[in-house]
C-alpha cells in the first residue's frame, strides 16, 4: 500500500514527534533539521515516493485553490500522529495547532518558501495558528498533528 510507504518512511520522525517539545519550536525544528536532513537516503526516499505518488494519482488526489492533499494515515496509524500531504503553491485555509504541528518541506518546483521556511522542517507550538503559504514556487508538505488535533476555521 502507497500510504503505509510514506508511514513508513517518516516512522523515525513521527517516533521522534513523542519526545519532541513543540512547545519550543525553534529547537524542535534545529532537532529535526539535525537528526533527519532533507540530504541523502532519507530525502531521495521521500522525494522518489512524492513524485511516484503525484505521478500515480494516489498522492493528493483532492484539489481546492492552489493545492492537492490527501490524508496519509490517521493518528493509530502513524505512531499518534495524523500524518496529511499537501502540495501547495499559494495560500491554504487558515488553521489552530492544539496540539502543534511538524512539518516536512521538500521543494518541488523553482525555490519555495513555507511560511518563511525553506525546504526542511517547520514546526508550529501548540496554540499557534496561520493561513499555510507556499511562495516562488510548488512544496510538498507533510504534516503531522500530534492526536490529529487541529481547528479548522469555521465558514
Known amino acids: 500500500m502507497p500510504n ?3 508511514v513508513q518512511a517518516l516512522a523515525p520522525v513521527l517516533q521522534r514527534i ?17 537528526e533527519f536532513p532533507l540530504t541523502g537516503e532519507f530525502a531521495a526516499s521521500l522525494k522518489a515516493l512524492t513524485d ?24 493509530e496509524a502513524a505512531h499518534g500522529c495524523s500524518l496529511d500531504a499537501v502540495l501547495l503553491w499559494g495560500d491554504g485555509p487558515w488553521h489552530r495547532h492544539t496540539k502543534g504541528e511538524v512539518n516536512c518541506l521538500i521543494a518541488l518546483e523553482g525555490n519555495p518558501t513555507f511560511c518563511g521556511f525553506a525546504p526542511g522542517w517547520a514546526v508550529f507550538e501548540p496554540g499557534s495558528q496561520h493561513v499555510p ?17 487541529v481547528e479548522w476555521k469555521k465558514t
Not at 481546492?64 to 494515515?73: D, K
Not at 503559504?133 to 488535533?149: C, H, N, Q, T, W
Open 133 to 149: 503559504s507556499v511562495k516562488d514556487g510548488k512544496m510538498m508538505i507533510f504534516y503531522m498533528l500530534p492526536e490529529g488535533a
Open 4 to 6: 503505509q510507504d510514506i
Open 18 to 34: 513523542k519526545t519532541l517539545d513543540l512547545t519550543h519550536a525553534s529547537a524542535a525544528r534545529e532537532t529535526l533539521n539535525l
Open 52 to 75: 511516484a505518488g503525484l505521478q500515480q494519482g494516489w498522492l493528493c488526489g483532492k484539489e481546492a485553490g492552489p493545492s492537492r492533499f490527501s490524508r496519509v494515515a490517521k493518528p
